[in-house]
């Protein structure tokens, strides 16, 4: 059974940098054809996808957050990573990782294995 956890700051001040962290259990990130997917829900609305590291370590953002998001990971500790520069306010939300054979979707069926989520909210 594949675990995620996302770990992180739940407090971060506006214009600092945001970092978060997925660590993955029950399977490698490696394996061959999965996409590991940073995904967040601000409060009221919709899920957002952000971006994604694919098993090959290719990376995939969304173009309203690519100039501000970066990810990567770590293949020895079996954990990728999240960082969202410059963050304000409106990037307050729930981050959500999750695991696909595919990325980019905002649907929530679209991913078999989901962290639990860590509340991260932008305030000075």
């Known amino acids: 059974q594949v675990q995620l956890q996302e770990s992180g700051p739940g407090l971060v001040k506006p214009s600092q940098t945001l970092s978060l962290t997925c660590t993955v259990s029950g399977g490698s990130i490696t394996t061959n054809s999965y996409y590991w997917n940073w995904i967040r829900q601000p409060p009221g609305k919709g899920l957002e996808w952000m971006g994604a590291i694919a098993y090959s370590g290719i990376t995939y953002y969304s173009p309203s957050l690519k100039s501000r998001s970066s990810i990567s990971r770590d293949t020895s500790k079996n954990h990728f990573t999240l960082q969202l520069s410059s963050v304000t306010p409106e990037d307050t939300a729930v981050y959500y990782c999750?695991?696909?054979?595919?990325?980019?979707?905002?649907?929530?069926?679209?991913?078999?294995?989901w962290g639990q989520g860590t509340q991260v909210t932008v305030s000075s």
């Open positions: 999750a695991r696909g054979a595919w990325y980019g979707s905002s649907l929530k069926n679209a991913y078999n294995y």
